[in-house]
């Protein structure tokens, strides 16, 4: 029979990684890039979840009057109505940025939620059972590597109606081999612990172990570093859109909204410029947090193990 150590039991395990955890989160606060990022991205949220509503102004409504009107004070043409001016057809710049935010981070959320079910279910299935059944995943993977993301997507979405759901579901089966890979090494090694051999010999089934004991332990780790996917989600969806691949309009996200505008850059350069700049500031905050997260992370990852 297994001899398992204090810290070999599945309770210590779990304990571990809820202390490596926690103190990946504390170390990461007190990086003044991680402060930064959150300052901005709560900012951006609150922006996002609360103007469109109060103002009352729907970001696919025309009103031919209010056409080319600049920023606030810029221009012979603006308006206290529209402090980021309007479109070719008096939509509002400030409103459709905001609610092509909410689109953006809704996708690119979704988008890394399904490439980490994905990647990490397989990856965990290929490094517990191995055989036959890693190679098979690992010939997949090695497959779906050889395929640019940007490429899919424009050969999926080309030949079908580009939903949400189907852009989320494209995005998130182009991305899920990088996460396979981790996840499968990182099982290869957990399966050989005590624990597990000891859960084995006390009747646990496979499918028990690794949802019990493996996904609880293995998969905080790499939520950190997934944060990072969601900025880079959110560039491919502007993509899409910018090529005419994402959201359809009248709804506002930010490739479309860029895409209208820059036949207009020279006499009307806000609308493009303005869903940029959110773009911008949207990833820089994203960025500064995942890298915070993934610092911390790697700075106590061995002493951790």
């Not at 010939?139 to 109606?161: F, N, Y």
């Not at 609880?216 to 005419?244: K, Q």
């Not at 209208?260 to 905050?285: C, E, Q």
Request: aromatic share 8%; glycine share 10%; hydrophobic share 50%.
């Amino acid at each position: 029979m297994a001899v398992i150590t204090t810290s070999d039991t599945p309770l210590a395990r779990k304990a571990i990684s809820r202390s490596i955890a926690s103190r990946i989160i504390h170390r990461a606060m007190s990086a003044p890039g991680f402060k930064v990022g959150l300052i901005i991205f709560c900012l951006l949220a609150l922006a996002t979840a609360i103007y469109p509503e109060v103002s009352g102004i729907d970001p696919t409504k025309m009103d031919v009057k209010a056409r080319l009107f600049g920023p606030l004070f810029i221009g012979e043409k603006w308006s206290w109505m529209h402090p980021l001016g309007t479109d070719q057809i008096g939509r509002d710049m400030l409103v459709r940025s905001l609610v092509g935010l909410r689109y953006s981070f809704l996708i690119g959320v979704s988008s890394v939620a399904v490439t980490l079910f994905i990647g990490c279910t397989l990856g965990m299935i290929a490094g517990y059972f191995g055989g036959r059944t890693d190679t098979v995943i690992m010939r997949l993977t090695d497959a779906q590597l050889s395929i640019p993301m940007i490429i899919l997507a424009i050969a999926v979405l080309g030949v079908s109606r580009p939903t949400i759901p189907a852009i989320v579901l494209v995005l998130g089966i182009s991305s899920w081999p990088i996460y396979a890979r981790i996840m499968r090494s990182i099982v290869m090694t957990e399966r050989q612990r005590e624990y597990v051999r000891a859960a084995k010999l006390g009747g646990s089934t496979d499918v028990r172990i690794i949802l019990t004991l493996l996904v609880p332990l293995l998969l905080p780790p790499v939520l950190f570093t997934s944060v990072l996917d969601v900025a880079r989600m959110m560039i491919f969806e502007s993509i899409l859109g910018f090529l005419g691949l994402g959201v359809q309009p009248p709804t506002p996200t930010f490739g479309n909204i860029i895409a209208d505008g820059r036949k207009y850059l020279l006499n009307a350069w806000w609308i493009a410029t303005m869903p940029g700049v959110f773009l911008g500031l949207t990833l820089t905050s994203i960025n500064l947090v995942g890298a915070s997260l993934e610092r911390a992370r790697n700075s106590i990852h061995g002493g951790a193990e």
